[in-house]
């Protein structure tokens, strides 16, 4: 059945389904964290996802470096404060110097990194962490100067520019590990300098084998700080990639479930008119089932056409639409998908009225609307399909006259929670087998790409207990 409908599937050649970014748009709505699509590119599964791709060293190293545009205007506005501070305090000039230096070396580390290559050869990250360590020997070099001097006030400056390298290390995000062995080694380093400074200046064996001990406990607690911290990092960053990888597969794997249930309810027709054809045996009836069987197959065309247009990749065209005789066979073809215990009743006229809207996104619209109030009522109740035009708004005289046709149940209502998310692509309180939550959804995008909105009422108590959704569209001016 499925390989005869898809004959009339009448896709030119030339209407190659794009990449859509329908699922860009679900994995949006469903909350993925930012820090899992960094560094990505264009995927090649079937639905074009962005997809994590593996990150060199360079890129690693520009995250950590230059990530945070704000703390970096702070940095940068501290180190010349202090290089100022420092000339103003002793007139000595490599303040001013060092500062500069830093910057400088900062800018070409930036620049280095930004002209990255998407696929660096060994030379390229060596160069960039040849770099990095340019920068942080431009900034260590003043700390362990004024650590010489005798002036209480300088030894403190640099022993906070030497916290702050340490607080540096440990915030900013995943370098590359060949940077983590650079600060472990820095740190060592630093440590080294500043025990040859302050043992010089002890009076006994024992206080320097004190400053030994403390430095050797310092440096190997430091070094375990900084591992730690990266690990952490790279396991955060590994579950978001996880986390992004499952969310992906689930919105496609709902997504194709909507496609199915959207076919499935076209199919029920086109199965059951050819089993009414042969079984029937007058002419007129037999060619009046054949031609809803073809007007179904045309209508999956059309469901193609409003993914594709949902996917926001199709421009649709609009076409005048007489309401009247539409709406009469869309409640006709609506029937076929209803058991026998669900009464469908329409209420209102709307001769004389035409709108402009793509017919095939209107019937799609109506049908989920149909099918949703359908198993809204457990297979039982009275479906009523109603149009009304509504006035002219004072305020709003340029959207004219609108339509409100609108598809209520009489079955159990939605609580405030499940109203709240009704319009969110993939919700659904239907099982998996029987829904996939994306009816609701193409209607409002469909209403709204008509110029118009989607309203839902629902009540759980009382004679006004069942749901109705209302698409208010615009009328089309011009006389009949």
Not at 41 to 66: E, V
Not at 111 to 126: E, G, H, N, Y
Not at 271 to 297: F, M, S, W, Y
Not at 327 to 344: E, F, G, H, K
Request: charged share 20%; hydrophobic share 45%; aromatic share 6%.
């Amino acid at each position: 059945m499925l390989c005869r409908a898809a004959k009339h599937l009448k896709l030119q050649p030339h209407e190659r389904v794009k990449r859509p970014s329908f699922a860009q748009r679900v994995v949006e709505n469903h909350g993925v964290s930012g820090d899992a699509l960094l560094y990505s590119k264009r995927g090649s599964g079937d639905l074009g996802m962005q997809t994590p791709r593996k990150r060199h060293d360079l890129d690693l190293l520009w995250q950590a470096s230059f990530s945070n545009p704000k703390e970096l205007v702070l940095r940068y506005l501290v180190i010349a404060a202090i290089g100022a501070v420092l000339f103003a305090y002793n007139g000595d000039p490599f303040g001013p110097l060092w500062a500069l230096g830093y910057l400088c070396g900062q800018g070409v580390l930036a620049l280095s990194l930004w002209r990255r290559a998407r696929l660096p050869t060994r030379l390229d990250i060596a160069r960039g962490i040849a770099g990095c360590a340019f920068a942080i020997a431009t900034f260590m070099w003043l700390p362990l100067y004024l650590l010489a001097f005798e002036d209480s006030t300088l030894v403190y400056c640099a022993v906070l520019g030497l916290a702050s390298v340490v607080l540096l290390n440990m915030w900013r995000d995943e370098p590359p590990v060949s940077v983590v062995v650079m600060d472990v080694l820095t740190g060592w380093i630093v440590l080294a300098v500043v025990l040859y400074i302050f043992g010089a200046r002890s009076g006994s064996t024992a206080e320097l084998a004190v400053l030994t001990l403390l430095t050797v406990v310092a440096g190997g607690y430091y070094s375990v700080a900084v591992i730690s911290a990266r690990s952490f990092r790279v396991r955060l960053r590994q579950a978001a990639e996880r986390s992004l990888q499952s969310q992906k597969m689930q919105a496609l794997g709902q997504f194709a479930g909507g496609v199915a249930h959207d076919f499935n309810n076209i199919l029920t027709v086109v199965q059951g008119n050819l089993e009414l054809h042969e079984d029937v045996t007058d002419p007129v009836e037999r060619r009046a089932l054949i031609k809803e069987a073809r007007q179904a197959t045309e209508r999956a065309t059309g469901l193609i056409s409003h993914l594709m247009g949902f996917a926001r990749q199709a421009n649709q065209s609009p076409e005048t639409i007489e309401v009247e005789a539409f709406l009469r066979d869309t409640i006709a073809l609506s029937a076929r998908l209803l058991p026998t215990s669900v009464q469908l009743a329409r209420i209102g006229e709307a001769k004389g009225l035409r709108m402009q809207a793509t017919r095939d996104g209107l019937t799609s619209a109506i049908l989920n609307l149909v099918v949703n109030a359908r198993d809204a009522m457990d297979g039982q109740g009275e479906i009523q399909i109603r149009t009304r035009v509504l006035p002219e708004q004072a305020d709003r005289p340029k959207e004219g006259r609108i339509i409100s046709i609108a598809v209520a149940d009489n079955g159990p209502g939605m609580t405030p929670n499940h109203l709240a998310r009704a319009m969110e692509p993939f919700f659904t309180t239907k099982s998996s087998e029987n829904g996939s939550g994306l009816g609701l959804a193409m209607a409002k995008d469909f209403v709204e790409q008509s110029g118009g909105t989607l309203q839902i009422t629902s009540n759980t108590t009382g004679a006004q207990r069942g749901t109705a959704v209302e698409m208010r569209l615009p009328l089309d001016p011009s006389p009949v």
